[in-house]
């Protein structure tokens, strides 16, 4: 099976999809809990290990990592240690700018303005109470 040629795609930020990476991470490291779940604390160190794994990987270069909301809260809440993520959109695109040493700034939060001339159904977003 084969997906769709994604070679002229662009987004709003104008970045062809095409020069885009895969990454994949080796999650074996990590322990699940007792029946098979991970500890908040768990989630928050892999997924920001994960980030700054990549960030070191491609010093300089912009790179899209697609995930899901859990991801994206704990990242934030790396970012942002005492604010609030708020709801998280699905499709939104967040920002993230890793700087050398260990500071993470929120270049970009919830931004859903790719969707504007879809005429998209808002209460279509489905999730939980947190997520869009």
Known sequence: MQGPDTSG??????????????????????HMMQGGGESRDQVYQRCTLSLKRIGSKHKGERVV????????????????PNGRAGKIMNTSINIFHLCDGDKWVIKAWGDISHLDETKFLESGFGGDRTSG
Do not use: E, N, P
């Not at 795609?9 to 990590?30: A, E, H, K, N």
């Not at 990592?65 to 942002?80: D, E, N, P, Q, W």
């Open 9 to 30: 795609w662009t987004s709003v930020y104008d970045m062809r999809l095409s020069d885009v990476g895969v990454v994949q991470i080796d999650v074996s490291c990590f």
């Open 65 to 80: 990592v697609v995930t899901h909301g859990g991801v994206i809260r704990a990242l934030h809440k790396r970012a942002s």
